[in-house]
C-alpha cells in the first residue's frame, strides 16, 4: 500500500482519475486523526484512513462518485458506534474530492544535462511526461516514476503524436533539429505552452528563419525563448531545469486554477496537507 501522496502522483501520471478521501473533523473516539488520507482508483486503494466499517463505506463512495464521474467534493459524517457498528463509538466528517487526469501532458526533446535535471521534477508534478531523444546512452537509468520513454531517429514526427493543448519543451543537442521541432510545433498552433531552451540572440536567428518558412509573426511570438522564470537566475542545469519546471506549474495553474473555488489545482490544494501531516 503505497503512501497517499506517491499514489496520487502516480495516479496523475497515468491519467487515471481518483478520489482523495480525508478526515477533516473527528470527535470522540475514532480510528485515525484529522488529516489522515487515502487515496482510492478505479481498483486499488491507497494508505488508509484507519480500516473496518468506515474505511469500507469510504471506499463504496468514492468508487460511486469514480463511476459517475463526479467533479465536485463531497462531505459525509459518520457516527461510529451508532450507524457503523465500529467500538470506538466517535463520529468523524470524510471530505471527498475527486482528482482527474493530469493537468499538463508534456512532450520534451533532448535529454541533456538540463533535460536529465528538468525530467524528475516535471515527474513530481501533475504531469504526463513524454521523453524524446535519438541517443539511447544519454537517458538515466531507470527513469524517473511515470515518464515515458521516446527513443526516435526522426524526434520531429513525435510532434504530431501529442494530443491538442499539449506542452512542448525542446532542447536538444542540436541547433538545426531544434529548428525543425519549431516549425512543427508552431504550424499546429494548438499547444497551450511551447518553450525553447536558448539566448535572446538565439530566438532572433529562429524568428528570422521560421517567419522565411512562411510562419506568420504573431504565431513565431508564442514561442517562449528564452525560457523559465526571469527571477530564477543562474546557468546550472538544475537552476535552468527549477526555472522552466516554474513556468510550467504557473501555466497550467493559470489554466486548470478556475476549476476550484480558490483558484488552484486540485494537487496545490493538497500540498499545504502534506506539509502539515
Not at 482510492?40 to 463504496?60: C, F, M, N, P
Not at 531544434?178 to 497551450?192: K, Q
Not at 519546471?245 to 486548470?256: L, M
Amino acid at each position: 500500500m503505497n503512501n497517499w501522496l506517491e499514489a496520487l502522483a502516480d495516479l496523475q501520471q497515468q491519467d487515471q482519475p481518483c478520489v482523495l478521501v480525508t478526515v477533516i473533523e473527528e470527535r470522540g473516539s475514532t480510528p485515525r486523526n484529522a488529516g489522515a488520507k487515502m487515496v482510492v482508483a478505479s481498483e486499488r486503494s491507497h494508505d488508509t484512513i484507519g480500516g473496518g466499517h468506515l474505511e469500507y463505506k469510504a471506499l463504496q463512495i468514492a468508487r460511486e462518485m469514480l463511476e459517475a464521474g463526479a467533479q465536485q467534493p463531497r462531505l459525509e459524517r459518520f457516527a461510529l458506534g451508532a450507524s457503523l457498528g465500529q467500538c470506538c463509538g466517535g463520529a468523524t466528517v470524510l471530505l471527498f474530492e475527486p482528482i482527474g487526469r493530469a493537468q499538463a501532458r508534456i512532450a520534451l526533446f533532448g535529454a541533456g544535462h538540463v533535460g536529465r535535471a528538468l525530467v524528475p521534477l516535471l515527474a513530481s508534478l501533475p504531469c504526463k511526461v513524454r521523453w524524446i531523444d535519438s541517443r539511447e546512452a544519454e537517458f538515466p537509468d531507470p527513469l524517473p516514476r511515470g515518464v515515458e520513454r521516446i527513443l526516435s531517429d526522426e524526434p520531429v514526427d513525435e510532434v504530431a503524436e501529442q494530443p491538442a493543448g499539449s506542452y512542448f519543451i525542446v532542447m536538444t543537442h542540436n541547433h538545426q533539429l531544434d529548428l525543425e521541432l519549431a516549425a512543427a510545433i508552431l504550424a499546429r498552433n494548438d499547444f497551450t505552452w511551447f518553450g525553447l531552451i536558448g539566448s535572446k540572440s538565439k530566438r532572433a536567428r529562429f524568428e528570422h528563419r521560421l517567419r522565411e518558412r512562411g510562419l506568420a509573426g504573431e504565431l513565431v511570438q508564442r514561442m517562449r525563448c528564452p525560457m523559465g522564470l526571469s527571477e530564477v537566475k543562474g546557468k546550472l542545469p538544475m537552476e535552468i531545469a527549477v526555472s522552466i519546471a516554474g513556468e510550467v506549474i504557473a501555466t497550467y495553474n493559470a489554466n486548470f486554477g478556475s476549476q476550484s473555488a480558490k483558484g488552484s489545482s486540485p494537487l496545490a490544494r493538497l500540498l499545504p496537507d502534506s506539509r502539515r501531516a
